[in-house]
């Protein structure tokens, strides 16, 4: 199993970090609203396509992602999950550097219901990232690229 690439240096054995990413790395003004703890790359396959697992924390209770009454994630949830999954790796795995705007084109999310119910603890998703059609200027900056989420 591939080495979990970390903000902070864990001690080895030690598990799973329970810090979030950097929120510049997310574009997040609030700590509150980072919803990643991590990332792993998994596979690269030269120009093709580059795999990444990421790692994340749900809250149990927000006004926007978790149903008023409390039993379910919002389908709004997993969006920002994968918009913060692929700002995430634009900068830390494509060196896409800080201050530079997105554009999201387009985003599709098929959920099942019956795995979006708010537990006893936070929900702890795995994001499994496929990204491909990295585009590069003549310089060799990132400036576009197609990011496949699975979440679970």
Aim: proline share 7%.
């Amino acid at each position: 199993m591939p080495e979990s690439r970390r903000f902070t240096q864990a001690p080895a054995g030690s598990g799973l970090l329970t810090a979030t990413v950097p929120r510049e790395f997310v574009h997040r003004a609030a700590v509150a609203e980072i919803l990643l703890t991590g990332w792993t790359r998994v596979h690269t396959d030269g120009l093709d396509a580059d795999r990444f697992t990421i790692t994340a924390q749900w809250p149990r209770a927000h006004q926007l992602h978790v149903s008023p009454d409390r039993s379910a994630y919002e389908p709004l949830l997993i969006a920002e999950t994968v918009r913060q999954c692929g700002a995430l790796l634009a900068h830390a795995a494509y060196q896409v550097p800080l201050g530079h705007q997105f554009v999201l084109q387009e985003l599709r999310v098929d959920t099942r219901p019956e795995h979006l119910a708010v537990g006893a603890a936070p929900a702890e998703p795995v994001i499994d990232i496929t990204v491909t059609a990295v585009r590069r200027r003549a310089d060799g900056q990132v400036f576009g690229a197609r990011v496949d989420a699975q979440l679970l």
